[in-house]
């Protein structure tokens, strides 16, 4: 034990704020406060200021500690950022797989050190560009990818034995990836050799994003096979990113996002034993990625505790050996949902301060928005502007020179934990529903994050909450920003360039591909080794996907509101 | 004794993009303000909203998108609506549709527009003063 | 009116649509609709599913519309759900879990909320079966949450009821016991991929083998089902049990459509007329505010409701006490 403050040095402090206390009586601040009542973004109510009584049983070791050690408050690394910085990884994807390779060999040259990609809406719901519900969402939001060949044309010239690659994708996550290692090892590149993440998150599909296609129980099932196939041969790739940043897009608030996130965190970890994995073989390898949204103070607090509670669950509740499998890496993106279409140029500010808290919260890697996300997909120079606004946090304004710059903040300290302890009560929660699966069939998750979004917008509404350019100070006039035009051809060439391939492959072969590939998806056998063979067979994204969807069954939405 | 007309309307998601915030956000408030409210819930195409607002009756289809479909979309429903003769019932969008769609949505059929930060209570208003039920 | 009704006999999507709107909202001219449709009535199976919100009721509709198309029947919906005590206003999202029927042309489905005017959510789903069978429909399902008398009521009017539990509804199943246990004619344990299945189907059992006496010369004995609506698990076993309810129907009463058997018409008219006569005295007084005033004497203690209710009917029979 190595109480903060013994009890004498706390006496002292106490009895100073007491008589300041009755000083602030005395002087009737209560009555000429702002607001009446003080509260995050997430309507968490904060105190006038806060002090050593707010971290009164607070033990160094045990709730703070080092670097690299348990439980890993202050970050995972040794020395963090002075070491190496974060990994600027800004997401990118528009249009055919040619246009978005030319925004990626853009984005390297601009100092960028990992790639992201966005698939467009059919791709990421397991549908070809041709298929008719496909129609006015081809390459829309990100690129789309149908085939091999797209794969090989997203990653022409780019050097992915070196440079670590993400995918966002997630119901046909295995067949992407399927067509990633097919691209490497057609390249000649070792799947032990490449790097990268696919998100592969289904849990938070059903509990917030809902891009999803087979029922939960399949789905987790898919996510566990490329856990498997990742931990014995893709060592270098982390298959899942356990996912918050939908959840909080979806209207949670932050506790919520904890704790829902780590939630499905631990139900990938029960999947993964039950197949007879060994924690410390594949638990080093999951990594999260969070949302960094408005509230300055609640965002740092958010990652600290995130990591330290992460810790907890693996040492305590999974018996992990490997310090590796305690840490928590994230990545994080800043808060879409928190651009305004008014006065655009705002976004750049507010994506500057959520971008610093996820600095001083100690992410791995980050993304910032771009002004004009909240209207389509980037232009050049608004992802140019975002990319720069990380370089400036990381280069000139100091704050990457010392890890954990705001430990030891008596308020940091103090939201810190009330967030770990909240999130663990709803964690609490979950368990006692029978886990994370049987909590989402009961629409827990969903039903929670469906009041917090509409209690948020009625707030914002009533002007409880401000949205500055929106709910206050207002301006009529409107900035026009440079629009990013997509080329209407897009669709149609798409379209050909599948069905030339479709024409040219050797049916037989293919057939044979997809066959086994049901086998296996019907024999509870790894699914990873058929869809490689597959897609090498030139089958495409749909037609594996179909495959899940003949013997998994469609997930439809359970429409809560 | 004549009972005073409500209101129906239909919220509905077309396309594949799944976020439905703002769509079950407004579904609530539209059922606070007194209004029925039919969800189609997610995923849906434009032929089965269509379809659904006539089986349902409703006096407004109030359609979601935030995924840059609604270029396609949004019209879309309007003239299937036209080609099963149902054009009566009317039909707005909500969600991140860029200043310079708007006079093309109108155009094309769509009454009206709501773009990010327009207040519940506004877009309430303007259906009680907009909608009347048919 | 005339019109209105050859048109919805022709199976016109619309007018359909139309008219059951219109029943809903109380219009008078629906009457003489009605009417002219009643001829074309009472061909049509009339299945009530009713449980509490969140059993299944409206997946379970789902998967049974699936089963009855692949027959090649024709199926209509009235799915109710309740209306919010605060703003009169309804979320109604039972389609939801149908939308993948949306369009098919056999499959008319509609959802309705339990705001009730005067004549009550009774008297317009009835209305709208009507509607429902005079355009041709085969089957109708009718969902509703079994909490109120009046949701109780609208499946007396099915020729099937459904009731469905899920297990582990221990003080739920108490519940049933006191409103609706007479009204099921099979009970489904939904969601049977639970644990606690069984003890629900003994705790069943138990409940309506304590009627024994009800079930004597050959009379329907209430069986209990296990399904998995959301994996389409024993719903073709439903199907075949709703069918020989159907059969043992027919056995009983004769090839007497249902509605037109001598209980039912009794029964329903006089809650037609109850509801006509509330709805036509009670109506104009309150929207004069003259109903108004007479409750406000009674609060002030100025009048006695016995009275109060003298004075309003008896102007309308037309005789002195
Ligand atoms: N585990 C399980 N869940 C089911 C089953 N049937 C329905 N559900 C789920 O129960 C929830 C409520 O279903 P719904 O049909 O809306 O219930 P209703 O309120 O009675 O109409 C949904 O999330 C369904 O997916 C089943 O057989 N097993
Ligand atoms: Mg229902």
Redesign the interface.
């Known amino acids: 034990m190595a109480l903060t403050f013994d009890k004498k040095v706390f006496e002292d402090i106490k009895k100073a704020e007491d008589r300041w206390t009755e000083k602030l009586k005395s002087l009737k601040v209560d009555t000429c406060e702002r607001l009446e009542r003080f509260s995050t973004v997430s309507d968490r109510p904060i105190d006038r200021i806060y002090s050593p009584k707010d971290i009164r049983e607070q033990d160094f070791d045990r709730d703070i500690g080092f670097p690299a050690e348990f439980p890993f408050t202050r970050g995972v690394q040794p020395n963090m950022y002075r070491g190496r910085l974060w990994t600027m990884r800004m997401f990118a994807g528009l249009g055919t797989a040619r246009d978005t390779n030319k925004r990626f060999h853009l984005l390297v040259k601009e100092g960028q050190t990992g790639l992201s990609t966005a698939f467009d809406m059919p791709t990421l719901m397991g549908y070809d560009s041709d298929s008719q519900r496909a129609r006015g969402e081809c390459g829309k939001c990100g690129v789309a990818i149908d085939t091999l060949k797209d794969m090989e044309d997203l990653f022409e010239g780019l050097p992915i034995d070196k440079i670590t690659t993400s995918m966002t994708i997630n119901p046909p996550a295995s067949v992407v990836w399927a067509m990633y290692i097919a691209m490497a090892e057609n390249r000649g590149i070792d799947r032990n050799v490449i790097g990268g993440t696919i998100q592969n998150d289904m849990l938070k599909e059903f509990i917030a994003q809902k891009t999803f296609m087979c029922?939960p129980i399949p789905s987790v099932r898919l996510v566990t096979d490329t856990v498997e196939f990742g931990t014995r041969e893709v060592p270098r790739w982390n298959t899942i990113s356990i996912s918050g940043y939908h959840i909080r897009e979806a209207g949670s608030t932050a506790v919520q996002e904890l704790a829902f996130t780590l939630g499905d965190g631990i139900a990938y970890t029960q999947e993964a034993l039950k197949r007879g994995l060994d924690v410390d073989d594949f638990a080093p390898r999951f990594s999260f990625f969070f949302n960094s949204h408005l509230d300055f103070f609640e965002e740092i607090a958010k990652f600290r505790a995130a990591r330290r509670m992460w810790g907890k669950i693996m040492k305590d509740r999974f018996k992990a050996k490997n310090p590796r499998s305690w840490w928590l890496r994230f990545h994080t993106q800043t808060a879409g949902c928190s651009l305004t279409a008014q006065q655009p140029y705002n976004n750049v500010v507010r994506t500057t301060l959520q971008a610093l808290a996820a600095v001083l919260g100690g992410t791995q890697s980050l993304h910032t928005n771009s002004l004009d996300e909240v209207l389509a997909i980037p232009t050049e120079e608004a992802a140019t502007i975002a990319l720069r606004t990380q370089q400036i946090i990381a280069e000139e304004s100091g704050v990457a020179n010392t890890i954990d710059p705001v430990g030891g903040s008596y308020f940091i300290e103090k939201l810190t934990n009330q967030l770990e302890e909240e999130a663990f009560a709803i964690i609490q929660k979950i368990d006692d529903m029978g886990g994370m699966l049987s909590a989402i069939e009961k629409n827990y998750p969903q039903q929670e994050i469906a009041d917090a979004a509409y209690r948020y917008q009625r707030q914002v509404d009533s002007g409880e909450k401000t949205v500055v350019g929106v709910n206050k100070y207002a301006t009529s006039e409107t900035i026009p920003v440079e629009m990013l035009e997509l080329d209407e051809e897009l669709e149609r060439l798409q379209i050909e360039k599948t069905n030339r391939i479709k024409e040219q492959r050797n049916s037989a072969r293919l057939r044979e591909c997809l066959d086994r590939l049901e086998d296996s998806c019907r024999s509870a056998t790894n699914v990873m080794q058929p869809l490689i063979d597959a897609v090498k067979a030139d089958a495409t994204l749909q037609e594996c996907c179909d495959v899940y969807r003949k013997v998994f069954?469609e997930y439809?939405?359970?429409?809560i509101? | 004794?004549?009972?005073?007309?409500?209101l129906?309307v239909m919220v509905a998601k077309p396309g594949l993009d799944g976020h439905d915030r703002g769509a079950r956000i407004i579904?609530?408030a539209?059922?606070?303000?007194?209004?029925?409210?039919?969800?189609?819930?997610l995923h849906?195409t434009p032929?089965?909203i269509v379809?659904?607002a006539?089986?349902?009756?409703v006096d407004l289809i109030g359609l979601s998108s935030l995924a840059g479909a609604h270029r396609y979309l949004f019209p879309r429903v309007v003239e299937i609506l036209r080609e099963r003769?149902?054009e009566d019932i009317m039909v707005c969008g909500g969600g991140i549709v860029p200043e310079a769609d708007i006079p093309v949505m109108k155009k094309a059929g769509l009454k009206e527009i709501f773009t990010p930060g327009t207040t519940l209570d506004s877009i309430v208003a303007w259906v009680n003063a907009n909608v009347k039920?048919r | 009116m005339k019109e209105i009704a050859e048109k919805v006999v022709a199976g016109d999507?619309?007018t359909v649509?139309?008219l059951?709107?219109d029943i809903d909202?109380?219009?008078?001219h629906v009457r003489d609709a009605l009417k002219r449709l009643f001829p074309h009535t009472g061909r049509a199976y009339v299945i009530g599913i009713t449980g509490a919100p969140g059993v299944g009721k409206s997946t379970l509709v789902d998967q049974m519309i699936s089963h009855l198309r692949k027959n090649g029947k024709t199926v209509g919906v009235l799915a109710v759900d309740p209306?919010?005590p605060?703003?009169?206003?309804?979320?109604?999202?039972d389609?939801?879990?149908m939308?993948?029927h949306?369009?098919d042309e056999g499959v008319?489905?509609?959802?309705l909320?339990t705001?009730g005017?005067?004549g009550g959510l009774t008297q317009s789903t009835r209305s709208a079966i009507d509607v429902l069978d005079a355009m041709g429909k085969d089957y109708i399902l009718v969902e509703t949450v079994g909490v109120g008398q009046d949701e109780v009521d609208v499946v007396r009017s099915a020729h099937t009821t459904l009731i469905i539990v899920i297990p582990g509804m221990g003080d739920d199943i108490q519940a049933i016991k006191a409103g609706i246990l007479e009204v099921g004619d099979i009970f489904v344990i939904n969601k049977a991929d639970r644990d606690g299945t069984d003890k629900t189907m003994s705790d069943l059992r138990l409940m309506i083998d304590m009627d024994q006496k009800k079930y004597k010369d050959g009379k329907w004995k209430p069986p209990i089902l296990k399904t998995q609506a959301?994996?389409d698990q024993g719903v073709k076993e439903l199907m075949d049990t709703i069918e020989e309810h159907r059969l043992y129907n027919f056995k009983t009463h004769g090839d007497l459509p249902f509605r037109k058997r001598k209980d039912r018409v009794g029964q329903e008219l006089a809650e037609m007329v109850k509801a006509r006569l509330i709805?036509?005295v009670?109506?104009?007084l309150?929207?004069s505010g003259a109903f108004d005033m007479v409750v406000e004497e009674i609060v002030s203690g100025k009048l006695d409701p016995y009275t109060a209710c003298e004075r309003i009917v008896i102007p309308v029979l037309g005789k002195r006490p």
Do not use: C, N, W
């Open positions: 029922p069954g439809r939405d359970p429409g509101y | 004794m004549v009972q005073k007309r409500r129906r579904a609530r539209f059922r606070d303000a007194g209004f029925e409210v039919v969800y189609t819930g849906q032929e089965q379809d659904a006539i089986q349902e009756d003769k149902a039920p | 999507v619309r649509a139309r059951i709107r909202d109380g219009m008078p209306t919010s605060f703003s009169g206003g309804a979320i109604l999202g389609r939801v879990r939308q993948r949306s369009m008319f489905i509609r959802s909320a705001r005017h005067f959301v994996f709805e036509e009670i109506g104009g309150v929207e």
